[in-house]
Antibody
């Protein structure tokens, strides 16, 4: 069974930084592309970032480009999101999401809540 | 405001057929596959339709997807109370060089 478990969320002050992690299991991690997607309270889904199976290719939404960095450690079956210069608009549940062949955003974690507030 | 436009709400009675639209442009829907997701209250989204009109195993055939030009549509036939959820379309955008979601449609079963 595919499992994606996010961690690292919490309360952070405006201008601060946070690093999210996603522990994966139930599949061959280094064969799959991954994404971070977020959902602000009561709002819709927002794709943030993509990373290829090797980690060699990354894409970012304009809203986070230059502030967020996606990375992965295939030896540890883990995905990361380093978030800097956080603002209130970054308050959201952050999901770790796996692509599969022909199946964009096939598997989702349960999400981790990030709250940016003073 | 999303690059992909969905109606904010839709509704229907049990047994009815409803359709949810997703309107985009040549740089996204017009040149790439469309995907649909269902998000039940308090849960993570679930893939409902992939590559425009294919259903993952386990998704009832009451759900169907279609695409024409720069628009796509999700149809739900034989509406059931458990279909009450938020529905999102998603696609790659060649101009933005990234993936995008529609704003979401809240489906109410009356």
């Amino acid at each position: 069974e595919v499992q994606l478990v996010e961690s690292g969320g919490g309360l952070v002050q405006p201008g601060g930084s946070l690093r999210l992690s996603c522990a994966a299991s139930g599949f061959t991690f280094n064969n799959y592309e991954l994404n971070w997607i977020r959902q602000a309270p009561g709002k819709g889904l927002e794709w943030l970032s993509y990373i290829s199976s090797s980690g060699g290719t990354t894409y970012y939404a304009d809203s986070v480009k230059g502030r967020f960095t996606i990375s992965r450690d295939n030896a540890k079956n883990s995905l990361y999101l380093q978030m800097n210069s956080l603002g209130a608009a970054d308050t959201a549940v952050y999901y770790c999401v796996r692509d599969s062949s022909g199946h964009l955003f096939q598997d989702w974690g349960q999400g981790t809540l990030v709250t940016v507030s003073s | 405001q999303s690059v992909l436009t969905q109606p904010p709400s839709a509704s229907g009675t049990p047994g009815q057929r409803v359709a949810i639209s997703c309107s985009g442009s040549n740089s996204n829907i017009g040149s790439n596959f469309v995907y649909w997701y269902q998000q039940l209250p308090g849960t993570a989204p679930k893939l409902l339709i992939y590559t425009n009109n294919q259903r993952p195993s386990g998704v009832p055939d009451r759900f169907s997807g279609s695409k024409s030009g720069t628009s796509a549509s999700l149809a739900i036939s034989g509406l059931q109370s458990e279909d009450e959820a938020d529905y999102y379309c998603a696609v790659w955008d060649d101009s933005l060089n990234g993936r995008i979601f529609g704003g979401g449609t809240k489906l109410t079963v009356l």
